[in-house]
């Protein structure tokens, strides 16, 4: 795919007209329709796509939202099934106190036990075992003997842990905990778009701006040529043609420092997009005015649906509300109703032995309630409090977040009216600028106009058509500080992240 995508850059300035792409619905239509793509200019769109597929901020996003999501296995771990197993097998020739007593004794146990947690809360278990004994006494009914039993137990809790409350209710701490983490990576992926928008139109605006000095370099060296002449036929003073000189050395100063800007630029929107260091980029868009038609009360609308930490903090208060009640429960008395039967069978032989374990006959029946009561409860009681004003805090964070949001979409709306505004008249301004220019230029060819009012006028367009170029920044940079303050850029570029 990286492979692909770097087409994209390339060192040849021989810019051929841009091809644009179709939408970009999927991975494969996007390797597609790259292919398509003049290779030596990219759009804001292509920059961002390289940048959401190579960039390490999106995969560390990613990776945290991954490692979060772990916790959600180890938590449904208590309801994991365990099987247990075990042999033994003792030989006693110790010797014994009383005659009857066997001087030699060997006992081989088997068993094999599984238990398993219900969502209920309901603890199972089912062991089955088998002991074999052989003594050298006379004593015995059975010699060699096997005594097999099956034990069915059942532990239900009705205090702590109400029928798998508190077991249920971790489990579902851990979902909401990975939706959270999953909002926080959209809202880092979020972050990192406006970035990469920002970093683009900064370059955009530098090739503007190494254009607009281009202009004037080539203005004030036309203009050093003209004095030239005219002071070699004696129509202008050497003090002019000075003035012209100095004012070309300083537009050509300007111009160098204009070209390490742009290069400057295009190195950072190139560490953003983690783009090797032999490849160029050469923006497609151009720094011109785009209105934005929205209304403020539908942008606020707008950022209460879809921002992402506005989500986390309204999960915030989900979750340590669950989690209160949690805490709640676990100050409760542990009681467990408690229920056992075990069938055994007693036989010289294993397979009869084993046999009579299914028998109705050789049954053990037991039932009993157990309840352990903390006299102090200090620990559960701590727990409750600091979750209890965890969620005070939460419900706090949330307000603020509300009113945070509520001024940061109005600024930025402000923002953007205020920029429209203005920028119909900078452009007015830009336009006077140049019809002056090309005026006064007109009478300095008929040489009723001095080298001085040129270099003046020269520096007027430069003024306003640097001015207007910054503002038609802070106005493309204000539209992506609201398009975030919304939360609308992640879902721009939904499909393909």
Known sequence: ML??????????????????PPALDNLSSIESNLKAIDPHRVSLEECVMFSIYNSFEVQLAKLDLYVTET??????????????????YVEDKRQQLSVFAADDKQTNEYYLEITKTLPTGTELSAKWGDERSWS??????????????????????????????VDRGKVTLAKLAIENAD?????KIEDFIAKVEKLYWELVFEKKSLEIF????????????SDKKNFNIGLIEKVDLYNSEANLEKRRA?????????????????LAMNLSDEKRLYPKEFLDFEYVGKDLSDCLKEAFEKRMDYKIKKKDVDILGLDLKIKENEKWPEIDLNASLAMNGVEG?????????????????????????PVENREARSEYKRVKFEKDKAIVNLKDIERTIITEVGNSFRNIASFQASLVYFGKAVDLQSEKLAEEEKRFAFGRSSTKRIIDYQQDLLRAELEN?????????AKVDLDKTMGIIYYKYEDVI
């Open 71 to 88: 916790d959600l296995m180890y938590e449904e771990a208590v309801f994991d099934a365990f099987i247990y197993g075990g042999a033994s």
């Open 183 to 187: 909002f926080e990576m959209k809202n």
């Open 469 to 477: 170029a910054t503002f038609l920044l802070k106005h493309r940079k």
């Open 214 to 225: 281009e202009d004037i370099f080539k203005r004030a060296e036309k203009l050093y040529e």
């Open 349 to 373: 032989k294993f397979k009869k032995a084993v046999g009579k374990t299914t028998v109705a006959d050789n049954t053990y029946y037991y039932a009993g309630i157990e309840v352990t009561l």
């Open 254 to 270: 300007e111009f160098i420092l204009s070209k390490n800007a742009y290069r400057r630029a295009e190195e950072d929107l190139k």
């Open 3 to 20: 492979t692909c995508m770097s087409c994209l850059i390339c060192h040849d300035t021989n810019a051929q007209e841009a091809v644009v």
């Open 136 to 165: 050298n006494t006379t004593f015995t009914t059975k010699n060699p003997a096997h005594s097999a039993e099956l034990l069915l137990e059942a532990v239900q809790p009705v205090g702590k842990n109400f029928f798998g409350y």
